[in-house]
């Protein structure tokens, strides 16, 4: 996939946070022990997206845990890799250094199963959704049971 920044890098499929709620999100930066404030938007066992109110550059390390409904990781660590800022806001990208194998695979499955109830939609499917899905927690979908 190609975008207007050049190839697509990304390995891990993304998936959206709670499209209609922000989700709040702590950062460290680098060796700062005072968080600064971010609004997760996606999220992928690679890396995830934010949204900021203060510019964190490019290369930065950062360290955060997720606390979603049916996902409370360990510590996380990453890179920024690309920011974009707009008027007061910053998008940021982060890619993953660390994360525990437990949350990376349980990120994975989530997104995995997110892509296939997308794909079961479009193909009009009927028993879409479980409530076993890793994805069940924080699912806004109409048709969830």
Known sequence: MKH?????????????VMKNIAK???LLLGKSTTPAPAILLDLSAGGMG?????PIKEGSKVCTKIDLPGLKTNTIE??????ISKE??????ISFTKIEDHDFNHIEKMAEDFVKCETKIVQAE????????????????????
């Open 88 to 93: 007061e806001t910053f998008r940021i990208g």
């Open 78 to 83: 990453g890179k920024v890799m690309w920011d």
């Open 50 to 54: 934010l949204l900021s109110f203060i």
């Open 24 to 26: 709040p999100v702590e």
């Open 4 to 16: 207007s920044h050049g190839n697509e890098r990304r390995k891990h499929v993304r998936l959206p």
């Open 126 to 145: 009927h028993n879409i959704c479980f409530p076993k899905c890793p994805y069940h927690a924080v699912c806004d979908k109409s048709i969830k049971k």
